[in-house]
C-alpha cells in the first residue's frame, strides 16, 4: 500500500497474555521506529531499525518488550506477560533514508491501540 | 535531555479566527524543529520544520518560528478552518541522536463553523 500499515488496530489482552504487533513501513524505507503513546500524552521512542539492524532500543521499558525486523522490511513488536501500565497506542513510522541531518520526516501509521485488563 | 513544552488544550475556536499554538524546548546539542498533525482517524503526519535558527517553516497557511534566543517555535495560523480540526505535535531532534524525534504532549484543537 501507499502508507505505513498496522495491525491489529486494536487489541485487548487480559494481563499476562503475549501480544504481537505488526507493522508494514512503506516500500523501500530503510528506517522504521516504534512509539509508544499513551492517553493524552505525545509519543515515546521504543526503538529503532535500519534495515535489519536494530541500532537503539533504549526506549524500550522493560525486557518483556522485544522488536525484530528480520528481512528490513515488516517488523514486530513483541510485548510478553502485559501488564496493564502496558495499554497504550504503539506507532509504527518509516523514513526513506537513514534521515541524518535532522530531516525528521517519518511516515507514520494509524497506530495499534493495546488495552491490557 | 531533550524535551518539548507546548500549549495544553483542548483550544477551541470559531472558523476564520487566528490560531497559535505556543511550544518551548530544551536540548543537548543543536535541536530542528518541527510540527506534527494527526487528522481524525489518521496517523501523524508532518506539517512543518526548520532545521536551524530564524528559519520559517510554512505549509497549509501555517507557520512557525524558529527562535533560538526564547527556545521556542511557536504555530501560527491567520484564519483556521472546520479542516484544520486535529491534535498538534511540536517535536525535535538533535544532530548527534537525529533518529530520534522528541514529542510534546500534543494540543487538541476544535474549529465550529
Known amino acids: 500500500g501507499a502508507g505505513v500499515s498496522q495491525s491489529p488496530r486494536y487489541k485487548v489482552a487480559k494481563r499476562g497474555q503475549d501480544v504481537a504487533l505488526r507493522c508494514d513501513p512503506i516500500?523501500?524505507?530503510?528506517?522504521l521506529f516504534w512509539y509508544q503513546q499513551a492517553l493524552g500524552q505525545g509519543p515515546e521512542f521504543l526503538t529503532y531499525?535500519?534495515?535489519?539492524?536494530?541500532?537503539?532500543k533504549s526506549g524500550l521499558p522493560s525486557d518483556r518488550f522485544f522488536a525484530e525486523r528480520p528481512e528490513g522490511s515488516v517488523s514486530t513488536l513483541k510485548i510478553q506477560r502485559t501488564q496493564q501500565e502496558d495499554s497504550a497506542v504503539y506507532l509504527c513510522?518509516?523514513?526513506?533514508?537513514?534521515?541524518?541531518?535532522?530531516?525528521?520526516?517519518?511516515?507514520f501509521g494509524e497506530g495499534s491501540r493495546l488495552t491490557v485488563l | 535531555g531533550n524535551s518539548v513544552t507546548q500549549m495544553e488544550g483542548p483550544v477551541t475556536l470559531s472558523e476564520e479566527a487566528f490560531l497559535t499554538i505556543n511550544c518551548t524546548y530544551t536540548a543537548t546539542g543543536y535541536p530542528s524543529l518541527f510540527w506534527y498533525v494527526q487528522y481524525p482517524g489518521e496517523g501523524l503526519q508532518l506539517l512543518l520544520k526548520a532545521t536551524k535558527a530564524d528559519d520559517k517553516g510554512s505549509n497549509k497557511g501555517f507557520e512557525a518560528t524558529y527562535r533560538k534566543e526564547t527556545t521556542s517555535f511557536h504555530l501560527e495560523k491567520g484564519s483556521v478552518q472546520v479542516s484544520d480540526s486535529a491534535v498538534y505535535f511540536c517535536a525535535l531532534t538533535v544532530r548527534s541522536n537525529d533518529y530520534k524525534l522528541s514529542f510534546g504532549a500534543g494540543t487538541t484543537v476544535t474549529v465550529r463553523a
Open positions: 513510522a518509516s523514513s526513506l533514508d537513514d534521515i541524518a541531518g535532522g530531516t525528521g520526516e517519518l511516515f
Open positions: 516500500s523501500g524505507h530503510v528506517s
Open positions: 531499525f535500519q534495515n535489519e539492524a536494530q541500532l537503539d
